[in-house]
């Protein structure tokens, strides 16, 4: 059933003298083909998408690196789970196992089903957040700000300055500084922050980590103030594998374990089932408080579904507890990021900038380094996007200026530090060959970058505009 882990190889126990290679934990047995564009149809595809990678069709794409989201293969076992789908309206077996799955390696004692992420992220600002208040952050994230300000909340970012250097070195650039958290508290009052909202690793600063005793130490810190935290889970298994990898005393234990211990600071989350759980479409809301709990398993009827399904077919439901057992296991995390670390270092050895340290999702471009002669509101990473999609057929994904958005009562861009874009790997689906052509896409890319010019907005939708944007070369 859901709760036996599927057949599991592993790694020899006793560890090898040198350090050995990160192959895959499966083999193929299923395969989708994939074809590449000549470079006058892409150029079409391109001008027809606006210069936006969202509004390419997936067919024009060669290799979609543009999301990790839902994009990742399913196991057999998932597959078989999928047959065994309970589509009754209410108290499906699937959700059981799903509930049971959270329970057993997140910790949460209840847990609401959601379509995705986002669905969860609506009920818990709706649930906690009111008009006036301050939800601190470790940097923000397109959805769940959006959220936190659709329910009158303004989010403030609190995450270490370093997260904001794609330079820098620093093992845990997704952790919150304490400080800044201290005197955000004291200058709005306890009473003004419904909660802390901590991301586990934090997609925007380049999928980087926050430390268990960083985690710890908010949970102290919050404590004091009685602050709930809330974390969003949606990479906390890769999270947990950066503790095991980089964190002093964390080597000997389990990803498994240090995921439990990791949740145990906070007091629910929101999860994003298309990510970490190795699913196509899901996500859940968990609570550790009775009463939330109840006010939520309300709510989610309103938006999503009944508590027992909350959007999602039982089979889904049933891939998704699979999807969560297979993912805590160590051989899968240590491939999974392993293929990013892959693919990272190429660029780097290239002398392309990246982000520094390689995240767990995906590599990041720094362009603002690339295009050091663009501005800003020239939109470098948009292009830089465009020019490898001309290139090769890669398809990647702008996180700079254009994701940031506009500042709610000014109207004017939001200018993040941090102009990027991301290649970022589904989880199970390409090869080590995938990623080399991608690296020598970016190279190709990286070398012609002097004559490179940038774009200009020509449509602007007004929420979430990077989905729908269009863009016109500059040149
Ligand atoms: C994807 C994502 C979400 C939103 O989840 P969806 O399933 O896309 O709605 C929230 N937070 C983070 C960090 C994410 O990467």
Redesign the pocket.
Known sequence: MTTSPPPNPGFPASAPARPRSWAEPWKVKVVEPIRMMDAPARAAALVEAGYNTFLLRSEDVYIDLLTD??TGAMSDWQWAGMMMGDEAYAGSRNFYHLEDAVRRHYGYRHIVPTH????A?NLLSRMLIHPGNVVPGNMY?T??RLHQELAGGRFVDVIVPEAHDPTSLRPFKGNIDLAALDLLITNVGAKNIPYVCV?AT??MAGGQPISMANMRAVRELTGRHGIRVML?A??AVENAYFIQQREAGFAGRSVAQILLEFCSYSDGC?M????DSLVNIG?WLALNDDTLYEEASNLVVVYEGLHTYGGMAGRDMEAMARGIVESVQDDHIRARVGQVEYLGRKLQEAGVPIVLPVGGHAVYLDARAFYPHLKQDQFPAQRLAAELYLDSGVRAMERGIVSAGRDSTTGEHHYPALELVRLTIPRRVYTQAHMDLTAESVIAVHDTRQATKGLRLVHEPRYLRFFQARFEPLD
């Open positions: 989201s839902g995705q992420g986002r669905g992220e994230f959805t769940t991301a934090v997609n969003d949606t990479r929101t994003s089932g298309k990510k996500g």
